[in-house]
């Protein structure tokens, strides 16, 4: 078999085509491909029932096409379909299935739902801490991250919108297995070890990049995020949906962008806005455009805009995306104590138009973006190929 062929059929052998399968970029040359890569996004929307468990169905196809390890980080679950595919692929197999959970064991959902993982024989390490482990990552088969707002319970899917994205990639997968590990071993929060690093999503030089809450060294999550806002210059423009906003600083650099012409619009959560700290009423009154769905009933124990990401210049060249778990707050992007987090800040267009397309939606101007799988297919030093898979949903 050439190597070509057997690269088609390993990436493709997991995947329920649709319709539609596009070429983005044409190339004159053929030869074996260096590095194959692919990243899939995933958005729900809790008012069609055809979409409100896209993000959910995604993640049962992920445990169905895993052939050896799954490493789950769950901050609260309350989903018997979930437990129930994992301990389909884990019993009697030699599969491994290791899970580090927020949850204790004298929460109602560990007992329900965590206790049937461990009956099972699945390996589960709890944050003993009233601290935050907020993460929402897994990584399967040591090949892929996924990451997002989504929390593994049924409000996440039915009533919060809520994102999504799975990547492969080595560098990627390296380091979440490494904060991963670190947890598993019962390391939590100010006394684990920094990690973050570079990675590069489409070839070229590595700029994309990740690191883990808490801020235990080096340059923080916070000031990350500020730089990418300090970078927009002049006619630039930034989106961004977030459930909780009280940081003062991402808050600050807003305002400084928007004073020098940059084009800014943020949803906020209705029920959290007014939370202590909140940053809605600032922005708004400086006279940048924040605002709630018309939908949202301001529920503030239930969650409506679950997302924690931002899109600057989408349709730009120089286009970014954050996101991942972590709210904008102190716990979540300063301190050195607060929260067990991950963030994304990703240079690529295709990606940023993806997320722009979701925000969009939600603003009542176009079509949710359709779950797919975008596979980059890399010669040398630069992404030559772009497919696009549209996935089918199996879910009800």
Known sequence: MSCRSAMFKKLLSPVRLAITLSFAVAVLLWPCIA??????????????????????DAFLDLIDNATSTIDLTIYNINQQ????????????????????????PDDSNYNTYIQQLIDDGISV????????????????????????SW??????????????????????????????????????????SQVEGYFALGGGSANDFYRMSPQNSGTTTQQHIVNEIDATVSGGKIFFAIYSFTDDAVSQALQD???????????????????????????????????????????????YIHHKYMVINPSGTDAVTITGSANWSNVALVSASGNDENTLII??????????????????????????TIILLVFGSSAAVVLRFRWMSRHH
């Open 81 to 104: 379909n979930i437990i129930n595919k994992l301990v389909d692929w884990h019993n009697g197999s030699s599969q491994v299935a290791r899970l580090v959970t927020n949850l204790k």
């Open 35 to 56: 590095l194959g890569q692919s990243y899939q996004t995933y958005f729900n929307d809790p008012h069609d029932p055809a979409r409100e468990y896209v993000i959910e």
């Open 125 to 148: 390490t709890y944050d003993p801490s009233s601290t935050l482990s907020h993460n929402k990552f897994a990584v399967f088969d040591s090949t892929t991250v996924w990451t997002g």
């Open 151 to 192: 929390n593994h319970t049924g409000s996440a899917s039915y009533y919060q919108w809520n994102n999504a994205i799975s990547i492969q990639n080595a560098d990627l997968v390296s380091g979440y297995e490494t904060e991963f590990n670190q947890m598993f071993a019962g390391t939590f929060h100010g006394s684990k």
């Open 347 to 372: 240079h690529n267009s295709g990606l940023a138009s993806l997320y722009y397309s979701n925000w969009g939606h939600m603003d009542g101007g176009g079509a949710i973006p359709e779950p797919s």
């Open 257 to 303: 962008a928007h004073d020098r012409g940059v084009t800014i619009r943020g949803i906020f959560d209705k029920g959290k806005s007014d939370e202590a700290g909140g940053e809605y009423q600032d922005l708004l009154d400086y006279g940048i455009d924040v605002f709630f769905l018309a939908d949202d009933a301001g529920n503030p124990f239930n969650p």
